[in-house]
């Protein structure tokens, strides 16, 4: 089944998407947009697998004080980049601020939880795009054979080049600025 374009959508502007644009989208416009290299992507629908780690990260996190986890939300990169990453670790002033998308020195870490159809964004573009904005550390979870597996990185930032820090299955165990240890297990969340 096909379904037309809104009329909003295209052809869109003329020179492309901007990172302000996104929060003067139409009502009927999907709730999880984002902006890669000025052109919309829209969100495809979650399955268990990305549903559950999601909610396993957000539960087991053991934050400091100074620290708020975030779903659902934008960093804004630069005018035409406005990724939405799956979970993001940002200051607790930050969250206290009425905003619809962080700024890159308010995030501490971004979580990716790939996808099939997000595998080159989460693997190649957007880790390029997170550390270009100088952003400490990232994520990337991926499903092997049904076990979640976290591929860690922290930025080099002479390079601005992520550089990683381990392969996890089981248990994620690393520093970020402060200890973690997050048991991969989501089938104990079901």
Do not use: C, N
Request: aromatic share 8%.
């Amino acid at each position: 089944m096909t379904t037309a374009l809104p009329e909003w959508f295209y052809p869109g502007p003329r020179d492309g998407w901007t990172a302000d644009m996104l929060d003067h989208l139409p009502p009927d416009a999907p709730k999880h947009v984002e902006l890669i290299d000025g052109s919309l992507v829209m969100m495809s629908p979650q399955t268990r697998f990305h549903m559950l780690v999601l909610r396993l990260l957000e539960q087991r996190f053991q934050l400091p004080e100074h620290l708020a986890v975030a779903r659902e939300m934008t960093v804004t990169l630069g005018i035409r980049q406005r990724p939405e990453p799956d979970i993001l670790l940002v200051s607790r002033a930050a969250m206290m601020s009425v905003t619809t998308s962080f700024k890159p020195e308010d995030v501490h870490l971004i979580v990716e939880v790939v996808s099939k159809e997000s595998e080159e964004r989460d693997r190649t573009t957007k880790p390029s795009k997170y550390a270009d904005a100088g952003i400490k550390f990232f994520w990337r979870i991926e499903d092997e054979d049904g076990v979640a597996v976290a591929y860690t990185f922290e930025l080099e930032p002479a390079m601005k080049a992520y550089v990683p820090t381990g392969i996890h299955r089981g248990v994620l165990r690393t520093s970020i600025g402060f200890d973690v240890e997050i048991d991969l297990d989501y089938g104990k969340l079901i």
